[in-house]
Structure formats: C-alpha cells, structure tokens
C-alpha cells in the first residue's frame, strides 16, 4: 500500500525537519519527502493539512500484563490501546505470570504482538529470577530472543550486593538496565506520598526518601560497573536533581516521567479516596510536579513513558487501601502533553519528538527511524486541534482505570503507520 | 422587605389573662381541688402557659401545682419530614405515676403534637389522668383529640396560621392569624 | 440541620454542626436518664450495622442508641459478611441498599471505607472507625464529655498522648478539639507521632512531663499493642516509663484538669489504676456519653427539611 501525507507539518530533529511537506509512504519504507509530490497510482491521499508528522512514538514503560494476567489487558488489547495513542512500539514490563524472566517469554511476547500486528513489542526482561531480587534471570537467552532491556520493575532490587551483580552482568551486553527505586523497608504498607497527605487521609506513607535513597544507591552502582542506568518514573524534585548530577558527572544515567506524575499531585486525591489516583510511586507535592516539569522542558528529563497499567474494575472499585497501584496511561499521554506543555508553548514540537520518539529508541537500543527517504515509514500523524473527552468511549484497551478520566483535553494521534502498515485512520484502530 | 403583620389579633394581653384565669378555676373544680394534679407545658410556649397556669392555680388554692416541661421532638411522627432545629430540655421533676396531669399546649390543630405528647408522658410512668389545656382550639383535627379546657374556640381556615405570643419568650402577649400564603412569598419565616 | 449529608470525618464538620449534635446529644442523655430509655423518634427507619472489624465497645454503644431510638436495626459483618466470601464492598452495600436501608453504620479495616460506601448507595452512612483515617462519633462523644466538665471547649489546653500515628481517634479528635477552639497538643515517642500536625493546627512534642501541667485535659490513647512488634518502641517498660499517667504524673496536673481515654485502656502500658480510677477521670463518663451522642448522630442525620410546618 503506498499512502501520500500530504501537507502535514513533519518534525524530526534527526533529520533537522520542521517543515510542511508531503511525505510519500511506500510499502514498509518511505518513497519521497519534499514539497509537491506527485501522486503515484494506487497511492491513498491523506489531507494532513494543519496537522503534524513525527517519527512513530514509543512508550518505553508499559504492563500488557500477558501472560498470566489477561483479564486486565492482553498483548491484543494493548496493542489496540498503544496504537490508539499514537505509539508504534513499546516496551513491556516483566512482572506477568510467569515472570518474564526467560528467552521463551521474551519470545512468546514478541511473537504474540507480531500476530496482533498493531505495534512492536520490545519486552523487557527480568534482572533477577522471578523478580525476587535473589539470583540472576537468564538475561543472556533473553538478550538473544530480543529483550530490549532489563528490569525488576513493581519492585526495586533490595540487596546492593544483588543489585551490583545484575548490573555487572548485563554490562556485558548492550543493554540498558531499567530501575523502579524503592526500599520496601521505607516504603512498607506506605500507599501515598509520606506528609500531609498521609495524615489528611489516615494512611501510611510512601515518603520521597523510599525512592531517592535507591536512585542514590544506583547511580554509585552505575558508577561503580559503568552499566548504563535508566531511573524509572521519577515522582520528586530531588530525584531529578540526582540524576541531573549523574549527567553532570558523565555517567550513562536517564530517566523517565509519567503524565500523572507530571500533571497530578497528591492533592487530587481527596476524602473520596480516588483509587485511579492510587500509583506507584505515589503522586507527590505539587512542588515535585513542577519541578519535573521543568526537567521534561529543559532535557534533564530523557523519555516520556506512562507506566500504562491496568486493572480490572473491580481491582479500583473497591477500598483505597486494597486497592491495585497504577493507571493506564497510553491513550492519554499524548494528548495530555499536547495540552500541558505544548500548546502552552513549554515544550517545542522537535523536543516531543525526542522524549518520546527519539530517545527512547535509543535506551532500547532499536534502529532510529527517520522521516527521510528510505527511512522505515513508521510515522505518527498528530491532530493539535482535536478535542477529546476522556470518558469510557475514548479508550481501546482492556482496561478503564485511569487517573484523567473525565479530563477535556486538546490533540491527540489521528493516523499511524507502523513499517507501513496503517493502524490507526482517523482515530479508529485498524 | 415589607413589613408583614398579622392579619387579625384573636385575643390581647388582658383576654389571654382572663382566659388562664378562667381555665384554673375549671381545672380546680374538675379536678375538686389541687392537691393532685401537676402541670406538664409542652415546650415552648406551652410551657410559658402552664407556668402562668400554675401561677393562677397558686393564688387560688394557696399552693403551686409542680410543672414539668416536655419537648416532644423525638415522639413526632414525621421525623422524616421534619426535625426541630432546636430541642429543649425535657424535665419533669416529679413522679407521674397516680396524678392528675393537666398537658398544656399553645395551640390545638391537628392533634399530632398532643398525640406525640401523650407517648412520651407515659414513658414517665402512669397518669391516674391526663387532661388537656390549650389557648386556642383551632379546628381541623387529624386524630380524635379534643381539649378539656380552651381559651378560646378560633374558626381557621389551613391557609392561616394561629400563633400564640407570650411574653417574655415573645415581645408581647396575644393569638394571632397570619397568613402564611403571603409570608411565604416574602421569604419569612417564625 | 447538619451542614453534611453524612458523618464520616469531623473536618467537614462546622463548629454549628458540632455544637448542634452535643446540643441534641444534651436531650437524649435526659432520655437516657429515664426508666423507659427509649423514644420513637426513628421508628421504622431501617440502619445496617457494618462492622468489618471486630469491635465491641462501638458497636453495643451503636446498638444500643438504635435500639433507643426505636429504628429497626440489622447486624452484619465479621464472619457474617459476605465479603470474606469473596464479595467486594462495593457489591456486598448494592445489595443491602436494594433493600432500602436508610442508614449504615461502618467500622472498617481501611481509610475511607465509609467514603466509598457513602458513593455506593444513596443511605446515610455514620463512620464507625475507619482504618487509622478517622472515627468521629468518638471525637464527638469526647468533645461531649469535655464540654459537660467545663461547660466551654473554647480556650481549652487539651494533650493527646501516645501512639498518634496508629490512631483514628486523633484523626478526628484533634481537628474537632480545633474547630470548636480548643488548643491541641499532641504528645507522643517520634516514631509515633503524625507526619504533618500541621495539617490540624497541633503542635506535638516528645515531652509529656514539660506539657501535663499545663493542661486541662489530659488524653492518654490506648497503645496498639499488636503493632508494637518491628520496634517503633524498644518496651513496654520505657514507653510506660517516659509516655505512661501514672499517680506521679496525675499528681501534676493542674487542680480541675481531667483524664480522659478512649478505652479499651491497657492498665501498666499507658495508664495506671491511680490515674484511670481517679476523680477526675472520666473514662466512664465518655462512654455514657457514647450513647447519647450516636442517638443524636443518627437523629440529625435521618431527619429532613424543616418545612416550618407546626401543628
């Protein structure tokens, strides 16, 4: 199939493009890039006029919860939700049942999403077996059967002493290891953020400390083995702050940021005791958000990622503290950055590109894709203008546990093409 | 906002005295003296007029009957509907058990209040008797309830309302008709 | 009327609120005083005693107030409720609601229990005690029997003492004491004490002896003992020493000042027999009070509009 996008705004800083242009996509490549092309025969023509084209987006940070747990989202469902964002690849977390912690999980993973045929799945395996932080995952047969990364995600590696070998471990490959900090001791039964909302609500904390003190463990260990560190979902300021000193230093540090954690603060969760606000790490001050904000406008921070997870109904319908951690995320990341920080102009469109295309591509270590000639046609068609309600309707996987329903937000993906194939048109999942 | 005012005064100061002291002589008559008989004034201004009922009864026999006061707000039988914004003190400083009860009220309309009344008496104990006096007999009875002794017979038609002011709960002494149609629409309210 | 629908916190409560539920509180205490301690007042209201956490104290002091209430009462919970059967909250409210209660009454494990029930049904709902969030008719039957001593909460110094952080009856204590002007200290080992006493307006200090003379109410929390495992005190024995109201301490207080505590008391651990069976203690007063505050609860909450109709 070969589509003309034509007119669309394109931006891709790899290839310094931030310009109107067409862009002729041709079986799994792309035929053409520039002003005025013509149509070749059979092409479908697409009137992108007032929209944008960005390298296809990825979400380096998703639960599709297959296998083991496909009441609450499958490889299917999640490929139907990450395309209905506008991702073209993401990069699954390894806590399913059973753990993702072989080459032959990571295999079925892949497999499975190749038959679904939505979006790439880039598992990440387990640091140690089974995550229970105690021996070492066979993270060489993953790294062969195509793990992306590796990481104990849901959990952080207790022990220094483990930590320290898994990281001296994968150092041998070229991977990145992908790290959930937090010190269980700290953080036990804690179910939000350690202060006044602890108190306001009469249940434990999760203090801020809970996660630096890993992420401080962390980088010395990174320091220490040379493996590069990714920190995972950064909720505080002073998270940030460590990982911008790691960078300072030169060390092979990154970091992520959910949406919830950037446009939610622990003072959206009131006496109603909202469990789709209930995440892990939890929300933190309004202090913390702005400050994460900041990172995600002056690049300290590296990736946008949504920690998509979700639950069933009756996992959030029920008490806060029995409640599941986490929200899905991926049919709301997009428009939500488009709403908060571009459109207010804090964040250009070629950066957006960056956290959410370009870099993480790289810590996952796949090809770069280019809107260039010859480049693998995997492309994100953006509507800025598109209102969205975010009700039951707006989303396309399994799950409904999201912590902006309810949320008017402004843009969000219309088309995607993944090598080639179109699966999403104007909104709809193919 | 307008100033709103009774449409009718029933009965003034002197009336309503004439009327305590009237009905204190058919109290001790009927009752063929006082020795036995107690006061029990249903809050609030029942209660303002068995104290003046006690009083009268007093000067007429040379001895005060006991007067007890009960707020009948947790025997309504519309608690549903509505609640008292305010309760008061229910006191009864003596047994009820053999005595001549005289219940004394404001005003006599649907019988509810009297019928509220007269369960939470008996909560206190048994009554030889209970009688009941009122200032105003209003009419339009829901439940079969009549008064012993009235003050005054008042034809009323629903829309109206029959107050009772006594001082010093009230700025002055005297029955009233409002109408209430009309207050209502101006945003009062007692 | 109360300004809130139902009663699951007192930080929502307005100083008129609390005023009116001890005011009313005042009038079923007369009627507890009487032979028969029992008014119509909620005949045939239907209330749901949900108690998914043992509890015996609150819920015979709930029971008791429905039963003098007249209001038709149902009990469920421990090993009763259908949620040990597998049945979430949520379904286990549906299908009592369906069957037109008008009230419940829910103690509960976890915070904001009763704030979920509250969205599940269009019932009233009172908070029995939930999780270590809040447990208000406590609060209120405290703020009560307070009251009924000094005849005023306004200006008072009042210390609560002990495991702060494990308590729901500081959660809604301290805000109330607060909102009827009140001046709160808490007092407590740091590894007990509240994250964020300014979230209520309370200082809080580890040194109960610089404090105790100063009070007029000393209120002494019941250690959990159970949670005393993983050591956020080393001892029984040191806690009794440093935190415990024993003569010695009691002696201090200043001439009119009172004892109060929630109960169950651990006699030797927070408090001594000199100073829970002092004159001025007022542990039995509370619960007496107990009763008379949840009949007027439960009286102001199942009552309407006053429509001004007399009669």
Redesign the interface.
Known sequence: MAFLIRGAHAVDPQAGLDDVVDVLVDGERIGEVGPGLEVPTGATVIDARGRYLVPGLVDMHVHFRDPGFEYKETIETGSRAAAKGGFTDVATMPNTAPVCDTGAVVRYQIDSAEAVGLVRVHPMGALTKGEKGEGLAEIGDMVVEGAAAFSDDGRGVQSAGMMRTCMEYVSQFDRVVSVHCQIDTLTESGLVNEGRCSTRLGMFGWPALGEELEIERDIDLCRLTGCPLHIQHLSTARGLELVRGAKAEGLPVTCEVTPHHLFLDEDDITDAYETNLKVNPPLRLASDAAALRDGICDGSVDCLVTDHAPHAAHEKDCEFEIASFGTVGLETSLPLVLTNLVRTSRLSWPHLVELMAVNPRRLLRLDAVRIERGGEATLTLIDPEVEVEVDDAWFAGKSRNSAFMGAHLKGAATDVWCAGTRTLADGTVA | MEQLGPKATIMDEQAMARAVTRIAHEVIENNEGSENIALVGIVRRGANLAQLLADEIGNIEGRRPKVGLL?I?????D?????????????IPFAVDGKDIILVDD?L??G??VRSAL??LM???RPRTVQLAVMVDRGHRELPVRADYVGKNVPSSREE?VRVCIRPLDDHSAVEIWDVAAEKKLGG?? | MLSVRNLIDTTSLTADDITQILDTAQSFAEVNSRAIKKVPALRGRTIVNLFLEPSTRTRSSFELAEKRLSADSLNMGGSTSSVVKGESLVDTIKTIAAMNVDMFVCRARFAGTPALIARSTDARVINAGDGKHQHPTQALLDLYTIRETFGRLDGLKVAIVGDLIHSRVVGSLAPALKTMGADVTLVGPPTYQIVDPGWYGCAQTSDFDSVIGDMDVVYMLRVQLERMEGAAIPSRREYNRLFGLDAERAARMKPGAIICHPGPMNRGMEIEAEAADAPNSKVLDQVNAGVAVRMAAMYLLLGGEDDGVSY
């Open positions: 707020d707000s947790f025997y309504r039988d608690v549903t509907r509505a609640i008292s914004p305010v309760l008061h003190r229910t006191e005003v309309f649907t509810r209040t369960d939470a909560d206190f104990g309302d309210a007692r």
